[in-house]
């Protein structure tokens, strides 16, 4: 039963983040993944690798596991066309227990989205707490924004 358990949680997961993938990210509505910074909207999201799709991992070169998560930036240019831009940005993610790490972000651009990747490592299961440092465009002084995501590792 616990492994009957197990895969129907693993399955709803794994719908879950297929409506959040196809969901546009442009639009008026704004979910709890996003904050609005002036005219940019910054959408976030922190999952487990292994929460990728297999053919999205090999896109991207990301290895699928368990001790691994995937922090997804984007940030959105409000206004009548929006369109997402290119900014700096930095990451870090520590754990509850004081491991610190910082994030290294690449840039990924498809069909003129721009999205920023980074991979870290997941030291067990808790509450990890990301900062993102964001110049964006015509600023000088950076943005931070704050989130936390709990993590299971199995």
Excluded: C, W
């Amino acid at each position: 039963m616990r492994a009957a358990h197990k895969t129907s949680v693993t399955l709803v997961a794994l719908a879950l983040l297929l409506i959040l993938l196809a969901s546009p990210r442009h639009g008026h509505g704004q979910s709890d993944s996003s904050q609005d910074v002036g005219k940019y909207i910054v959408h976030y999201s922190a999952i487990s690798t292994n929460q990728l799709l297999p053919a999205m991992a090999r896109r991207y070169g990301i290895n699928r596991d368990a001790n691994h998560g995937l922090l997804n930036i984007a940030i959105e240019e409000k206004g009548g066309e929006s369109h997402m831009v290119r900014v700096d940005v930095s990451a870090r993610v520590g754990d509850l227990l004081g491991h610190d790490q910082v994030i290294r972000m690449r840039e990924t651009s498809e069909d003129g989205e721009i999205d920023y990747l980074g991979v870290f490592e997941l030291n067990g299961s808790g509450t990890y707490h990301f900062s993102v440092r964001l110049t964006l465009p015509g600023e000088t002084q950076p943005h931070v924004i704050k989130f936390n995501t709990d993590y299971v590792v199995d």
